[in-house]
């Protein structure tokens, strides 16, 4: 069975083609353009589709989808077996309940701490007999920076290289750097230490397009054998809602 899931996002979107629960596509778009669609669906012989989005509506990307696939209307009354106690469940970002479903599937019977590192943080904890009581949203790192550049006069905005260390703040750009990447990184290492000192099975999945600052800084700490890093893990869950729908 073919399967088209696509995840429309704050910053970017998401498409993968799955044949059953293997991935043999994906890519990250920054809009999502039909025509590819339309070759997609045609290559790879697509046959369900559906779709999780945190932006606007997208009404005629979905009008495209049913006229062309079997598509299946996405929302959190979607559950393969959570119990979800969230007191607000409509607003729950269907984002954030994909990646539940995700690992509910994958680690069944074993509590998991889900970081998404995206234009916002993102914590959900998902107990070992599948609960869900809610979890956490806190700014992501591109939009610390921005907001010291817009609520300060002269503060700059800093141009972050995700590829150097945090550094010791010896001049005002560097002192930017440290404060926010530093407490960022404290702020991770709170929450991971808050599930892990209850419960040192933990696993703790990491996606988002900010996961390698997780796991650079966390490589050498005593949980890093239960991080485990996946791109798809939204992408997982959409594709999970189809598998439980057909099968």
């Known amino acids: 069975m073919r399967n088209l899931a696509i995840d ?9 083609v799955f044949d059953d629960g293997a991935v043999l596509f994906h890519e990250v778009v920054s809009h999502i353009e039909e025509e590819r669609l339309s070759h997609l669906i045609s290559n790879y012989r697509i046959e369900n589709a559906i779709l999780s ?13 049913q006229a062309n696939t079997r598509y299946i209307p996405f929302s959190v009354e979607k559950n393969t077996g959570i119990q979800n106690n969230y007191k607000s469940p ?15 599937r994958l680690f069944a019977a ?13 914590y959900d904890y998902l107990s070992a007999v599948g609960s869900y ?36 703040g010896t001049d005002t750009q560097t002192a930017i750097l440290s404060g ?13 230490n808050q599930r892990y000192k209850d419960d040192s099975t933990l696993k703790i999945m990491v996606t988002g397009g900010d996961s390698k600052f997780l796991l650079e800084q966390f490589k050498n700490s ?3 054998a239960q991080i485990t890093h996946d791109p798809y893990l939204v992408l997982k869950g959409l594709n999970e809602v189809i598998a439980f729908e057909y099968v």
């Open 180 to 192: 926010v990447l530093q407490g960022v990184k404290s702020e991770l290492e709170g929450f991971i």
């Open 8 to 16: 429309i996002g704050n910053t970017n979107s998401k498409v993968a």
């Open 110 to 122: 074993q509590a998991c701490l889900i970081i998404d590192m995206g234009t916002c943080i993102t």
């Open 222 to 224: 005593i949980f890093a």
């Open 133 to 168: 009581d809610g979890g956490s949203i806190s700014l992501g790192i591109q939009m610390r920076f921005n907001a010291l550049a817009h609520y300060t006069g002269k503060l700059p905005l800093i141009e972050w290289n995700r590829d150097e260390a945090i550094p010791a």
């Open 53 to 65: 989005n945190v932006n606007h509506s997208q009404d005629a990307l979905v009008s495209f989808l």
């Open 90 to 104: 409509a607003t729950l970002g269907l984002d954030r309940w994909a990646k539940l479903l995700a690992v509910h």
